[in-house]
């Protein structure tokens, strides 16, 4: 069944992603993640998909954490696709880089930092401390799947990357 992202949640993230656009942000629009989707579209993704199952779960999050954790957790500016000794392990370090990146750009909460460290568990061995960092393992997965077997224009996953319609 299709629906709208809920309209707090999507004006959060609008007002969240009004107030970084003077960071880097919008660079990562120019380096692919997965598919065809680049590493901007892939992040506003999963910080949707992030809230929404926080909401389908009952779980009580820092909403405002949980969309910036999301919207940073591969705040990376390379193409990890072009092969490269500096990231040759991209799966296993970008955590880190990203985590540098968004500390050099933003002021960042504990929970935003753990999530950003912690998004890649279990590929990396230390799981979330937060609430929010296994909601954002969770939602990162389910995006990655989706825009890596490219069902991203499916009608029941598009508005997640367009935010005009989604799951429900």
């Not at 579209?41 to 779980?59: N, W």
Request: aromatic residues 8%.
């Amino acid at each position: 069944m299709m629906n709208t992202p809920l309209p707090e949640n999507e004006a959060l993230l609008q007002q969240i992603l009004s107030s970084c656009e003077a960071s880097r942000l919008l660079e990562t629009k120019q380096f692919m993640q997965h598919g065809d989707t680049n590493v901007y579209d892939h992040c506003v993704a999963v910080a949707r998909v992030s809230c929404l199952l926080a909401d389908k779960m009952g779980l009580s999050v820092d909403r405002e954490s949980l969309i910036r954790g999301a919207l940073l957790h591969d705040y990376f500016f390379y193409d990890w696709h072009v092969p490269d000794p500096v990231h040759r392990l991209h799966g296993f370090t970008h955590p880190k880089r990203a985590l540098q990146n968004a500390m050099d750009d933003f002021t960042l909460t504990t929970v935003e930092q753990d999530m950003i460290l912690r998004h890649m568990f279990p590929l990396t061995p230390t799981p979330p401390k937060f609430r929010e960092g296994w909601v954002l393992c969770l939602a990162d997965k389910v995006c990655s799947t989706l825009e890596t077997a490219k069902f991203t224009q499916n009608s029941l996953v598009r508005g997640y990357y367009t935010g005009e319609e989604g799951l429900q």
